[in-house]
């Protein structure tokens, strides 16, 4: 072999050698131009995923939801306990304004008794005490016990006031006396008796007061 046929052999082996690597960096760009493609699906799925779960979590709430049935049973239950409570504060009120109406027409009533329980007093005052044994006398005694027995179970009860300190809340002065013996301030005499309602003063005594 000259010199010349082994150049020509050897740029053969060159061209041989080219061809194949030019065979070679296409597939090798395909199989790249088909990894990027593979990879490429995932992206759009992303955003789906994303999409969905918002979409669960409003499905989620839609089922945490109360139903409408719920709801209204709960108003009604809401309505009821509402007027039960004022009911009970009506009912509350009433008996308290009855106690008070009674009270005030208990009060007319025993203030327009007792001037005849001053009556009877000043009348069986008046006997004398030999006459005391007679039936009519005996009588009239009996009657004004009952009577002030009814007074005292309504609740009222006579105010003390000779021997006592003087009280305006209690007693009303109509005389004032000098007297050493009595000491200042003190109710000498009694001219009317007074009463009190349930401790509440529904006449005051009519008094003297030593000074």
Known sequence: MNQE???????????EAEAEAGQEEPETEAGEEQDAGE???????????????????FLGKKKKKKDPKEEKIEELEDRVKRQMA????FRKRTEKEKSHMYEVGARDVI??????????????????????????IEG???????LMTVLTDLGVAPIEAAGQEFDPNLHN?????????????????????GYTYKETVIRHSMVKVAN
């Open 5 to 15: 046929e082994a150049i020509q052999e050897e740029e053969l082996q060159r061209e």
């Open 39 to 57: 990879e490429a699906p995932d992206d759009p799925q992303e955003p789906k995923e994303q999409k969905e779960k918002p979409e669960r979590s």
């Open 86 to 89: 004022e009911f009970d504060n």
């Open 111 to 136: 203030e327009k008794i007792l001037p005849v329980v001053d009556n009877f007093e000043r009348g069986l005052a008046a006997v004398p005490e030999e006459e005391r044994t007679n039936p009519v």
């Open 140 to 146: 009239m005694d009996k009657i004004y016990k009952q």
């Open 173 to 193: 002065a109509v005389m004032h006396i000098e007297d050493e013996e009595l000491g200042e301030n003190i109710v000498a005499e009694e001219f009317q008796k």
